[in-house]
């Protein structure tokens, strides 16, 4: 698979934002004092001609809008900066509310997501750089139903199947996108791959990767 230099260059900038939390812990105790609030885009790019734009909350088999709760300990990694934080998500028929909170509590950011435009209160300290839609688009990408994401994804397609024993799902460039050299039958042809260690991926560890970027989210359940 072939990336240009600057998309890749600025994708991982972007991943990096996503967790630029302060290494300056004696802070957070400034956060609920020192937000802000931002009005987000709903579309991202994964790759070269590849995005995903954020879909609505799904509907469960009674035609009804989901109804989660959810609460995970979230480690993130880009080359080789490490992350941790606590994440609470929220989803009813209201929208989806996800929020970020540091090692003692204290919330560095929430995003709410009504099915169609999306909001950010952030820390201060987390600065303008930090991109919520990435998150979120993330958090589709792992839980959301495999026709849903594919509806809302450009230039690439979302397959499931089983991965030595474990449930997984990988994205891999169209045939038809010119610019990524594609061969779907191996791992590194992939542009994101998530692997599950459950069924039900609302109770499974999870891991996210995005090679390209030598990006890794868990998600490990509380």
């Not at 303008?128 to 990435?134: D, Q, V, W």
């Not at 450009?154 to 594609?182: E, F, H, P």
């Amino acid at each position: 698979m072939v990336i240009s230099q600057s998309l890749l260059t600025g994708l991982k900038h972007k991943l990096k934002s996503v967790i630029a939390l302060s290494a300056t812990i004696l802070l957070v105790f400034m956060l609920s004092a020192c937000s802000q609030t931002f009005q987000r885009q709903t579309c991202v790019a994964l790759a070269e001609e590849v995005n995903y734009c954020l879909a609505p909350i799904p509907l469960d088999e009674m035609n009804q809008t989901w109804v989660r709760s959810a609460t995970q300990k979230a480690g993130i990694r880009v080359d080789s900066s490490q992350h941790e934080l606590m994440t609470q998500v929220e989803i009813d028929a209201n929208g989806l509310t996800l929020v970020g909170l540091a090692p003692l509590g204290q919330a560095l950011f929430t995003l709410i997501y009504d099915g169609s435009t999306l909001t950010s209160e952030q820390s201060v300290l987390l600065g303008s750089e930090f991109k919520a839609e990435y998150l979120l688009a993330l958090i589709q990408l792992i839980y959301w139903p495999e026709e849903t994401v594919n509806a809302h994804l450009q230039g690439a397609r979302l397959t499931s199947g089983d991965c030595g024993g474990s449930k997984c799902r990988k994205i891999y460039a169209d045939a038809t996108n010119a610019t990524m050299k594609v061969n779907t039958g191996t791992q590194n042809d992939s542009i994101v791959n998530i692997e599950y260690s459950h069924d039900d991926p609302w109770q499974a560890e999870i891991a996210l990767q995005i090679p390209a970027a030598k990006f890794e989210l868990t998600l490990t359940p509380i």
